[in-house]
DNA sequence: CTGAAAGCGCTTACAG
DNA sequence: CTGAAAGCGCTTACAG
């Protein structure tokens, strides 16, 4: 009840029950029903009883120190204010809890100086491994991480040959290049994302090896890099309508498609009619849109969670290949004439 | 460059120069020009060289072990896929690394059982202090947290007399009261979030308050609660259009005002012209929706800060007070006509 | 100015 | 079956 009650330890259930510290560390700590016995059956009953009337939980920094395990896992992402990354997060938290370990986020803003920093960090606080969902595709400092030791899985972005759990981005792309192409949209364009983030790299590649094997060749001016986010889109987009219009437009994800679609209205564009529009992971806004978004449906929760389970398996000592996880293509008004 | 180095440690570098481990920790601590020198010039020097040649880091489990400190935060958000906690989350993080301190985030899901769950696991870490981001009217919970001695404070959410750094969201409510009359709009619907959650409450008070205090009773008909996100939005409009239709809606945060305008545009009304729409949070996307959006800019990021710097002051053993920011009116094209 | 000791709360061989 | 010891890497009075 007072204000700083101090935490029950080791020690004090063993002398409240005139045992040693070791016993009772044994007894706790064994699986319940463990073949070399940590005490007798009653001593050891009496200590867990005592133990959890007293609501006792091990100090994780004694543990921690002795073990020279953290249970810890570390994830640097972008922004967490980036909706796919928030939820690519998720699946993180639920899987490493489910495997008895706690996850620590950060943010690094895509900048290279704030994530070495807040990697260095994130390490200086002795995680056991890390997610990084913020790699770049030119991926050197990730090989500097690599030869310092500590496990670590990519998610969502892919870089070098660093195990990674992504969607399949040219699929993805390819996917919606089918979708265009069938509705009959010769004079398309891209709005890229930005250059470094295989995301967008592969998204933009699938699209156009798509349209090239169909023998349509999609002009530089078409493909503009971007943000990801909803401003980035607008403007991207801006620079496509400032010349002769295309008549649909793929951006590699869902915000910037939303603000590329705002820009359109703006120039007296109604999307699905007069223009199409394609986004890319199916937020849960686009579905709820004034006009929903055609996109690609990427597993986003569901990436978060293999990535954490390829660390606990890396952690454990066992190899772990980079997965791709499938796209779906989801149809909706956007490009419905 | 052995992937499994090991981390430097004090009595490395102690060994290394000869010296006691008590010494090299006395100068590594000690602020750099010390009153009670610790060491030394010409030992200091040594000392501070070698550590900075070898990387030094200090083990945090040692020293937490020693020092009953972890410098640590825990913050617990509904879901960090709500881009308004996330936000506020940047902030919270930002703030917490200007003050030494590294934040701990994890989603409750706004479930009970969960934020028991969660803030249980959260303290077993040790960590130093709290935010809560994830209170619920009722209080309960964080009546029982608050006589378990770790320090804390709310943030977006206030709940009894926790201190709390919230939104001024009475204040926004009728802000957006205001507006709407001024605009002569007296036939009105809230969607007004979820019932435990302050924010909800507060800004559909300020707008229910506002109109009355204008002659105009806002009948509970018109009073719709709701999830927060965007299918929540859609669902609580469904129900308002029903009937006959109000002439504007004023949802408590803009995703679910998004919602509720892909459910007018479902019944033929033109956002702006037909029928008037404000959210509230001023979220990035809101200006850059095909049809802006009108809403309260409220502002998140520095929440997050505040919220930081007061538990750091609650750690230091400074008294806090709960704070309210300003918010602010943005008029969009969704209340023109 | 520097060293030596004690101890934070654990775990883990090793005895008995 | 249980105890005793050592030690993880620190910090902090206390001597000298």
Redesign the interface.
């Known amino acids: ?5 101090r ?1 029950v330890t080791l020690r004090f259930i063993a002398d409240s029950l005139g045992l040693h510290v070791s016993t009772v560390s044994r007894v706790l700590n064994g699986a319940a029903h463990d073949g070399a016995r940590a005490a007798s059956g009653d001593t050891a009953e009496r200590i867990r009883e005592l133990a959890a009337e007293l609501g006792y ?1 091990p ?4 543990t ?2 002795r073990t020279e395990r ?1 249970n810890l896992i570390g994830v640097l992402v972008p ?3 980036d ?1 796919v990354l ?2 690519v ?2 699946g993180i ?1 639920e899987a490493a ?1 489910d495997h008895g370990l ?6 690094t803003r895509d900048d290279p100086e704030t994530q070495r920093k807040r990697t260095k ?1 994130v390490l ?3 995680v056991d491994g890390l997610i990084f969902g913020d790699a770049h595709a030119d991926g050197r400092f990730l090989d500097e991480i690599a ?3 500590t496990p670590f899985v990519l998610v969502n972005r892919r870089a070098g040959d660093h195990p990674a759990i992504t969607c399949d981005d040219y699929l993805g792309g390819r996917l919606v290049a089918e979708h265009l192409l069938e509705l009959g949209h010769e004079d398309v364009a891209v709005i890229a994302g930005e250059p470094y983030a295989s995301t967008a790299i592969d998204r933009a590649a699938g699209f156009v090896d798509r349209y090239r094997e169909a023998g349509v060749t999609i002009p530089a001016h078409r493909i503009v890099h971007s943000r990801f ?3 980035g ?2 403007q991207a987009a801006e620079q496509i309508l400032r010349d002769r219009r295309p008549s649909a437009i793929f951006a590699v994800n869902d ?1 910037a498609a ?2 590329a ?2 820009s ?2 703006d120039h007296g564009l109604r ?1 699905g009619a007069d223009i199409a529009m394609v986004g890319f992971n199916d937020t ?2 686009a579905a ?5 978004l055609t996109t690609v449906h990427s597993p986003m929760r569901e990436m978060g969670r293999r990535a954490a389970e390829s660390l606990v398996r890396l952690l454990g000592g066992e190899p772990v290949e980079s997965e791709r996880l499938r796209p779906t293509l989801m149809v909706r008004a956007s490009t419905s004439p």
Not at 1 to 5: F, H, L, V
Not at 59 to 62: C, F, R
């Open positions: 009840m007072a204000g700083t009650a935490p939980r100090n994780p920094h004694a921690s120190l953290s922004r967490l204010s909706l928030a939820t997060y998720e938290e809890t706690s996850a620590f986020v950060t943010n960090m200086d606080r002795r030869t310092a030791g986010d909803t401003a889109g607008r915000f939303i603000g679609a705002g359109a209205r999307l849960p806004l709820e849109l004034p006009i929903p």
